[in-house]
Structure formats: C-alpha cells, structure tokens
C-alpha cells in the first residue's frame, strides 16, 4: 500500500493514497481496533446535512465567502448520495464525544472539496468545522439522525402494520372464540376485537414515538465547546437550525439551553423509551400469534399462519412460527438498548457526555431492527394470518367460563359450583346446571347464548 504524509497539532502520520481523510482520523483508526461497529452510516449523512447546513449559516453571517460554502455543499451532497461511504471508516467505540468522527467528516469534505476546486480551498477545522466544536456537532448529528430515521423508516413501517391488523380485524369482526386471562379461559371475544387491541397497542405507540421526536429536534449547534458559544457569530445557532430544517423538511430549532444540550441525553433516553414500548407490545403481539396458532395438533391450533421453511433438520414436516422468533428476539434487542442509552444518558460529567457514539449507535439499531422487523413480520406473517374457525368454536363451547353469562340467573356461587362440578365429572355446563336444579332445560338454552357474550 501506498502512504502520503499527512500532519496535525501532533505532527506528521502517514495516510493511504487515494483516500480523503487526513491526520486525526487516521489516528482514530489506528488507535481503536476495537470491535466491527463503525459509526452508523444514518450518523454520517446526518453530519453532511449539519455541514452543509452550517456553511449556508455562515455564509448568510457573512463568516464564509460564496465559493467555499458552495464547495462544502456539493461535498455534503456527494456523501448524502452515498458516493464516498468508504471514507467513514471509524470505529464506534472511540472518543466518547465522537471528536474523531467529526474530524473525519472534516476533513474528508475538505480534500475532496479541494479536488473539486483545484486547488487548496478548504481546511478541514477552519472552514468546514467553522462556527463548530466536536461537541455540539457530534450531538446535532444525533438527533437529525435519530428523527429522520424513526420519521422516514420507523414510523412507516408501524403504519403499515396498522394497516394490515385493521384489516384483519375487519375480516374476522364476527368470529366469536374463547377468550384467556392469565393464561387460562376467560369470557368469550370476537377474533376482530382480539385483533383491535393488538392495532391500537401500535397506534399508541406511533403516537407516543411521534411525541417524544419533538424533544429530539432541538439541536445543539451553537454551542460549541462547554455550551458558551464561543467563536461562534451572535445568530449562528438559530441561522443553522434553521438551514437544517430547509435541508430536511423537518421542523428543527436550535436549544434553549445549550449547556443542557452538551452534557444531556435525556431526549434521547425518553424518545427511546417510546421506542422500547413499542417492541414490549410487539412482543407481546407475536406471542400471542405463536400461541394462537400453537400446534398443530397439541396447541391451541385456533389460527394458521403462512408455513415459510422446514421447522427442523430431524423431525420431518415440522414447520415454527419463525416470524414471531425473529421479532422477539428484535424486541429483547431493543430492550436491551435501552438500558444502554440510559446508562449513556447518566454519565454527562460537568458539560459534556462522552458516550455519545455508542449512544446514537444503539438508538439507530434499534429503530432499523423494529422497522425491518415489522415489514418482515406483517409481509411473511401477519398477512397470512387465517382464523380456525372450527377450532374456535369447539374452544369457545368447551370452555367453563361461560358460564359467567348465569351470573345473573343462579347467582355467583351457584354458577362457580355449575362450572366446577361440569370440570370434575367432564361434563357440559348444561348438564351441570340442570343436575343441580338451579335452571330447567329450556331456561337454560334461552339465557345460555354464547355469541352473544361479546
């Protein structure tokens, strides 16, 4: 391989030929072999729009002349097109305020920019990172990063879930099954009722994520270093909001408190949390699913769903409800992300928080894994989801719980004596009334109307 010599504060180090970065991110490379988790590509187009948006901003302050602005934009635009993704190449697990990564962003805009130009037109700290710090860049970037994502990918993907539930409620609004508590029979419920809970659940959720995204568009660009300001021109940070939300189509502003800004995560934490609630309720949603149609002949059995591959290597004909595994198991990833941004969140010593990379890393993990995860689930699952009805039935008049519906005829103790004594000699619960003596026969068949029930 091929090095030039490259130089920083620190001195000379050499780079490969042929790449646009400089000094300080090849020192990061270097310097943090550390796992295969690079900085999220989502991080780097975020940090193009914020660079773009900021020469725009210093450009209309009068800080940055026409040419150069222009250069750094077409840049930006090139990194947002995808076109220098190999130029990125950092580790998450590096500087926790994510120094290194802006420097990368630096100064790969400022060597391409000059290959654009011709000639040494830009410097990567005193041109492209103008009016900047590391520190209020870096989370800038995160929280465009973490709106564009959720608003573009997540939130899409739960709407069309809603979709394909509202649906199904509708199909199956007039089935009548047995329904459970605790895991054991309970009054009965349409199948479509069963099914409006699980699409409101994600209704709620889409709105609660929704909600908490207005926190996360407060940017902290302005700032600086320690949340002062300093080198900053008076405006800068509402003028760069401002640009961003011009780029994006997003409403974003600048922080009220910038020192807040620097050294919190809250917004993030509380974001995610709304993020957590919706894979507790896809877990919940795809055990339900697996439960329901458990079998195929020892379960529940009460619905079928699409047969995609073998279920096993040794027992023929098997087949497992693979959808449902995969997407608990986005769940339980996304819980435990949660607690990893929210022990990022609680170590903002004095006025910065240095675990932002890890932070936004597994923030965007977890929005990519439950947007692919509800596509997947809806496209190869849910869609081909079909009521048993046989099954159904037989459930619903098997089960001793009906018998709440003679609540008001025999009273409570004489109906929880009907239900047992029908379980204990295996019996229906006609039977077991009329053997009592609490109903006759034709008393019975006329309050006793399970489809009714619900």
């Given at each position: 391989m091929e090095y030039r010599i490259e130089t920083d504060s620190m001195g000379e180090i050499r780079v490969p030929v042929g790449v646009y970065w400089g000094a300080q991110t090849q020192r990061s490379l270097e310097n943090f072999k550390i796992g295969t988790e690079k900085i999220p590509v989502e991080v780097i187009r975020a940090f193009a729009i914020l660079k773009k948006a900021v020469a725009n901003a210093n450009h209309r302050l009068g800080k940055l002349d026409a040419e150069k602005c222009g250069v750094i934009g077409q840049v930006c635009d090139e990194i947002?097109?995808?076109?220098?993704?190999?130029?990125?190449?950092?580790?998450?697990?590096?500087?926790?305020?994510?120094?290194?990564?802006?420097?990368?962003?630096?100064?790969?805009?400022?060597?391409?920019?000059?290959?654009?130009?011709?000639?040494?037109?830009?410097?990567?700290?005193?041109?492209?990172?103008?009016?900047?710090?590391?520190?209020?860049?870096?989370?800038?970037?995160?929280?465009?990063?973490?709106?564009?994502?959720?608003?573009?990918?997540?939130?899409?993907?739960?709407?069309?879930?809603?979709?394909?539930?509202?649906?199904?409620?509708?199909?199956?609004?007039?089935?009548?099954?047995?329904?459970?508590?605790?895991?054991?029979?309970a009054t009965p419920i349409s199948f479509g009722q069963e099914i409006s809970g699980w699409r409101n659940m994600l209704e709620k959720s889409k709105k609660m994520i929704a909600m908490s995204l207005v926190e996360v568009a407060e940017l902290a660009l302005g700032g600086t270093a320690v949340g002062t300001g300093l080198n900053a021109p008076e405006g800068f940070g509402e003028a760069a909001a401002e640009e961003v939300t011009k780029l994006t189509g997003e409403s974003f502003i600048t922080a009220e408190n910038k020192f807040h800004a620097l050294t919190a995560k809250d917004e993030l934490v509380f974001a995610h949390g709304a993020i957590k609630s919706l894979a507790a309720n896809l877990m919940k949603i795809a055990n339900d699913v697996r439960w329901l149609s458990s079998g195929p002949r020892c379960g529940l059995g009460e619905i079928f769903i699409p047969e995609n591959e073998p279920g096993s290597s040794i027992m023929?004909?098997?087949?497992?409800?693979?959808?449902?595994?995969?997407?608990?198991?986005?769940?339980?990833?996304?819980?435990?992300?949660?607690?990893?941004?929210?022990?990022?969140?609680?170590?903002?010593?004095?006025?910065?928080?240095?675990?932002?990379?890890?932070?936004?890393?597994?923030?965007?993990?977890?929005?990519?894994?439950?947007?692919?995860?509800?596509?997947?689930?809806?496209?190869?699952?849910?869609?081909?989801?079909?009521?048993?009805?046989?099954?159904?039935?037989?459930?619903?008049?098997?089960?001793?719980?009906?018998?709440?519906?003679?609540?008001?005829?025999?009273?409570?103790?004489?109906?929880?004596?009907?239900?047992?004594?029908?379980?204990?000699?295996?019996?229906?619960?006609?039977?077991?009334?009329?053997?009592?003596?609490?109903?006759?026969?034709?008393?019975?068949?006329?309050?006793?109307?399970?489809?009714?029930?619900?």
């Open positions: 947002l097109a995808g076109k220098l993704d190999d130029q990125f190449p950092l580790a998450v697990w590096q500087t926790g305020s994510g120094t290194q990564s802006n420097m990368n962003v630096n100064e790969v805009v400022a060597n391409r920019g000059n290959e654009i130009a011709g000639k040494k037109l830009l410097h990567p700290n005193d041109h492209v990172n103008m009016s900047q710090s590391s520190n209020d860049t870096f989370p800038t970037a995160m929280h465009i990063a973490a709106v564009l994502e959720t608003k573009n990918q997540l939130l899409p993907a739960v709407e069309r879930m809603i979709g394909e539930l509202l649906r199904l409620e509708v199909e199956n609004a007039n089935i009548v099954k047995t329904g459970r508590t605790h895991l054991q029979d023929p004909g098997k087949v497992n409800p693979t959808q449902c595994e995969a997407v608990t198991m986005v769940a339980v990833q996304v819980m435990a992300n949660d607690t990893a941004i929210g022990l990022c969140a609680s170590q903002g010593n004095f006025e910065l928080n240095v675990y932002m990379p890890v932070c936004i890393e597994n923030f965007l993990q977890s929005v990519r894994l439950l947007a692919d995860g509800l596509d997947s689930f809806r496209e190869h699952c849910v869609s081909g989801i079909v009521a048993n009805e046989e099954k159904m039935a037989e459930n619903l008049h098997r089960s001793l719980m009906l018998v709440t519906c003679l609540n008001p005829y025999i009273g409570y103790e004489n109906a929880a004596k009907t239900a047992k004594k029908a379980h204990k000699e295996n019996i229906s619960l006609k039977e077991s009334c009329v053997s009592l003596g609490f109903l006759t026969e034709e008393k019975f068949d006329e309050v006793f109307k399970p489809e009714e029930m619900i």
